[in-house]
Structure formats: structure tokens, C-alpha cells
């Protein structure tokens, strides 16, 4: 009778304790302290609680506060299709981070050192998107064989999930709340798809689903593209070229894996450490367009531990801008433009505006 009672006590508890646990992907709370969504079984998710104050927990639950958080039930096969660190660790410094990581693309893809430090700056972007206002873009343009770089790429960003050829209902039907680094090979981009990214690139701003249904896609993207295409939705991303002559050997997936448990809980560490910290303010680079200063306030917000370090990298965007400053000036309605004024500051010419219009 008492070994009944006890089992009934022990299942009640149990009941109660799922009752109240609170499902989450990740929480940043007022006084710093942070959940984070780690590797844990080969089926199933665990959480990191961090925090400077007490000693750090993990587990398929954890709590903080009056509240128990759960890891979510993932499938099987999404959780195979992402990364998620172990653990965390020490990374030194911010520029050695930063340089340790342009290393791996200067000599695993032949990037030159400006590229490379380019995406190394993405990819640590990617592990504080959620603080942003603009979410971190990337466009690779080159053949089709540019997927490696894109597969290296993944072995740094947070919550990497590469998709081929995806439609825009495709994106639509992602489980949002994990908030990947989408990286998406997209040999055609159609008007929908341009639409829907530009339009989520911004942080507040959803997108209607079906039945009504609000969208949030806001989320870091990196589409490798053709040269054709890739004018259309770059203003705003970071723009690397691969030539063909730079094309590598495929990395296979053991190197991958090697790449991303070195790296993993280091930029694992750097989110702990900034994500709190994350301020987006305006870079003092009034001579850059308006997209190009957009960019360079992100990547600001994202090394303010090292400001001479934010300023040499918002310094690698300068060729970008210069190039968006020409098609600019290209463009048939700046032509238009031009004209207007200087006809309207002409000596032949003189506007003529009604005193009062009502």
C-alpha cells in the first residue's frame, strides 16, 4: 500500500513539474543570465544555463527563478541538419577569434584575407542576430561549386541549416522559433522570394501565412546566387565573389564536423559573453550609402569589445559601397534625377510654385 503511494506521489510530481515547465529555444533575461539550446542526445536538445553569478547548469531541463525550462522535442533529422555546440569555451581575444576563423577560409578555399575576415565578421553576426535590427545577409556569388565555401560557412554560424533550390512557401513551413542561419544555394531567385527576404531582413516586420497567420522569418540568410541575380537583393548583405580559378576540393563532412566542435563552443562563448551587450548604434561612417551604413552599424553593435577591430572591418565594405554608389549613378531614375535639378537650377529655367494650394 505504501509502495503505491509513493509511486502515485512520484507521478503527481512528475505531472505537476511538466505542468509547469516552459518550452523554450533560448531566453536572454534583464540581469544577463542566458539559456541556450546545446547538443545533447542523439535525439534530443538539452539547455545551457549561464550566468556569471552562479554556476552554470544543463541538462533537458533547467531553472531559473520560480520557472523550469524544457528543451523542445526536435525531430530527429532537423536536429542531424543543424549544428549545436556541446558546450562553451574560451576564445582569447576577439580578433584572434575573428583571424583563427579567416584562416580556415584563406586556406581550406583560397579567399583572399579581406573576404575571409568578411565572413568571418558574418558569422559571428550570426550568434547575436536576435539583437539586431537588421538581420545579418550574405551574398555569395559564383558557380554552383561555391557550396563549399558555404559548407565551411556553416561550420561557424549559429544553428546553421543549408537548403537547396527552397521556395518561398518552403521557408514559410521552417520551425521558426529555432531561428537558423539559413544558407541557401539559389541558382534563380524569383520576385516572391526577393520580396519575402527583403521584407524579413527587418526586425518587427512578419509575414502573412496562411489563414491569417503572422510570420517571423527574421533571421540571419546567406544565398549563394549567379552573377545575373545577384544585383537584384544585395544592397543590404555583405558581398563575397568566388572565381573559378578559387574553387577547392569538397570538404567532407569529418572535417566539417572537426571545424565545428573546435569553433562551435567558442562562438558559443562570444554570445554569451556580447549578447546582452548588443547595442545597435550609428557608426560614425556618414560617407558610406545609406544600405552600406546600415551594414556597417551592424557589424559596430557586434565587435564593440574591440572598436579598433569593428573599424577595420567596416573598412573591407568600403569596395561594396564604392560599387553600389556606381550602379546607383547608373540608374535611370538618378539619371532623371540629375537632369531635373539642373534644369530646375538652370539660368533658362524656373520653378514655378503656387503661393497657395488648397
Known amino acids: 500500500m505504501l509502495a503505491i503511494t509513493q509511486r502515485a506521489r512520484a507521478n503527481r510530481d512528475v505531472k505537476d513539474i511538466r505542468d509547469n515547465c516552459v518550452t523554450t529555444f533560448g531566453q536572454v533575461f534583464a540581469d544577463g543570465t542566458m539559456i541556450e539550446l546545446v547538443s545533447g542526445t542523439a535525439n534530443q536538445a538539452n539547455l545551457l544555463l549561464y550566468s556569471n553569478r552562479t554556476k552554470h547548469t544543463s541538462g533537458p531541463r533547467v531553472k531559473y527563478g520560480s520557472c523550469i525550462y524544457e528543451a523542445p522535442r526536435l525531430d530527429p533529422v532537423l536536429l542531424g541538419a543543424t549544428r549545436l555546440p556541446r558546450t562553451f569555451a574560451e576564445y582569447g581575444s576577439l580578433r584572434d577569434l575573428v583571424a583563427k576563423i579567416a584562416d580556415q577560409f584563406r586556406k581550406l578555399q583560397n579567399f583572399a584575407e579581406q573576404e575571409s575576415k568578411l565572413l568571418a565578421a558574418f558569422a559571428l553576426t550570426t550568434w547575436v542576430s536576435d539583437r539586431l535590427s537588421l538581420a545579418p545577409s550574405l551574398v555569395i556569388c559564383g558557380p554552383d561549386q561555391a557550396v563549399n565555401a558555404m559548407r565551411l560557412l556553416s561550420c561557424f554560424c549559429r544553428r546553421p541549416l543549408m537548403l537547396g533550390d527552397v521556395t518561398a512557401a518552403g521557408l514559410r513551413n521552417l520551425p521558426l522559433d529555432l531561428r537558423f542561419s539559413l544558407l541557401l544555394n539559389q541558382p534563380v531567385i524569383t520576385r516572391g522570394m526577393r520580396q519575402m527576404l527583403g521584407a524579413s531582413g527587418h526586425r518587427g516586420l512578419y509575414i502573412v501565412g496562411n ?148
Do not use: W
Not at 248 to 259: M, N, W
Open 211 to 358: 489563414r491569417g497567420k503572422l510570420l517571423d522569418l527574421f533571421c540571419p540568410r546567406v544565398i549563394l546566387s549567379a552573377m545575373d541575380t545577384i544585383d537584384d537583393f544585395s544592397d543590404q548583405s555583405i558581398q563575397v565573389h568566388v572565381e573559378p580559378a578559387q574553387i577547392s576540393d569538397t570538404i567532407d563532412e569529418r572535417l566539417q564536423c572537426e571545424i565545428a566542435d573546435e569553433f562551435q563552443p567558442q562562438l558559443l562563448m562570444y554570445r554569451l559573453r556580447n549578447c546582452a551587450k548588443i547595442q545597435v548604434i550609428g557608426a560614425d561612417v556618414l560617407d558610406l550609402a545609406i544600405p552600406t551604413r546600415q551594414l556597417a552599424g551592424n557589424l559596430a553593435a557586434c565587435f564593440a569589445e574591440d572598436l579598433e577591430l569593428a573599424h577595420e572591418l567596416i573598412s573591407l565594405l568600403r569596395p561594396q559601397d564604392q560599387d553600389l554608389r556606381a550602379k546607383q549613378a547608373g540608374n535611370i531614375e538618378c539619371v532623371i534625377l540629375k537632369i531635373i535639378i539642373g534644369l530646375i537650377h538652370g539660368s533658362r529655367f524656373r520653378l514655378s510654385i503656387p503661393m497657395k494650394c488648397r
